[in-house]
């Protein structure tokens, strides 16, 4: 997940403080605002359809599939959201609506030359970053056939679908595996002795 932008406003306190409170009293905002519906908060107009309730009634969010416009370099979620193209079909729903991850704009396009494509049907082009990850990110696996696994050491657990770890991290209680292989048929102890506290995932620790 990427996080949200950041949202602030630089003037002095004093001056913010005053201007906040003459905006509740009096039920007007500044220009450069919108008044949210509920005739007690003002927000700057930029934030009016980003994607992100500002207003307290959620009025600045509302009827925006039409009213704002992107930036040719941007996507136009269907919630009215603007996402950089560079974001578009990388296998995150940045939009928050799956817009940037439908078969509309990710199924059967040209790949980039830092991408390659999954030979499902619909044809998905992937970073190549994903290609023998370990993960199955095309729906048909693809982007894991015909990859060279490497050969781990006697001290280290191989992952089903590839990978190294420390053979130390097996039945830890965390998935190190991108497959979760290192948490499968785990034993975990029913109780510790009076020196040890029992974790949550079955462990004892010395107290």
Partial sequence: MRLSRLKV?????????????????????SITQFQCADGDHCIDKEWVCDGEDDCPDNSDEQSCSQKKQCPENQLRCKNGRCLSQNWLCDGQDDCGDNTDESDEYCANRKCT????RCTEPDGRCLKKRFRCDGRQDCKDGA???????????????????????????????????HDAS????????KNCSSKHFQCANGKCAML
């Fill in 143 to 177: 982007d894991e056939l015909g990859c060279v696994r490497p050969t781990c050491s006697s001290v280290q657990f191989e992952c089903h679908h590839g990978g190294c770890i420390s053979i130390k991290w097996v039945c830890d209680g965390d998935e190190d595996c």
């Fill in 113 to 116: 030359k830092d991408e390659f």
């Fill in 182 to 189: 290192d948490e499968v048929d785990c034993e975990r102890p």
């Fill in 9 to 29: 406003t630089l003037c002095p306190i004093v001056v913010c403080v005053l201007a906040a409170a003459a905006g509740r009293a009096e039920g007007k905002c």
